[in-house]
């Protein structure tokens, strides 16, 4: 069973800025690949960005495209998002997945893809 657990959520201002980090309970991380979604009130889990086994291939939500950064680094088995120019509307549970895959390429932008998911960090952006 594949556990991961995020971190770094927390309060800040609009503007400001926020690394979330995402640790897997894995030998490696190497032939997952990983996103991360997010859900706010009321509101349907909505993809975020996503990044392929090597970290090669990526691809974001056009509501964060230029502001959010996934990455990973598999020796560290973490994930990380680092968010800029933070918005009220930026304001939910952020969460990461993983889905085991043997292609190097991949990525994948739908919550049912995929096969594990942390429990969350919350995201709260002031105005």
């Known amino acids: 069973q594949v556990q991961l657990v995020e971190s770094g959520g927390g309060l800040v201002q609009a503007g400001g800025s926020l690394r979330l980090s995402c640790a897997a309970s894995l030998r490696t991380i190497s032939n997952y690949a990983m996103g991360w979604f997010r859900q706010a009130p009321g509101k349907a889990r909505e993809f975020v960005a996503a990044i392929s086994t090597s970290g090669g291939r990526i691809s974001y939500a056009d509501s964060v495209k230029g502001r959010l950064t996934i990455s990973r680094d598999n020796a560290k088995n973490t994930v990380y998002l680092l968010m800029n120019s933070l918005k009220p509307e930026d304001t939910a549970d952020y969460y990461c997945?993983?889905?085991?895959?043997?292609?190097?390429?991949?990525?994948?932008?739908?919550?049912?893809?995929?096969?594990?998911w942390g429990q969350g960090t919350q995201v709260t952006v002031s105005s």
């Open positions: 997945a993983a889905k085991a895959s043997y292609r190097s390429g991949d990525y994948y932008l739908a919550k049912d893809d995929y096969d594990y």
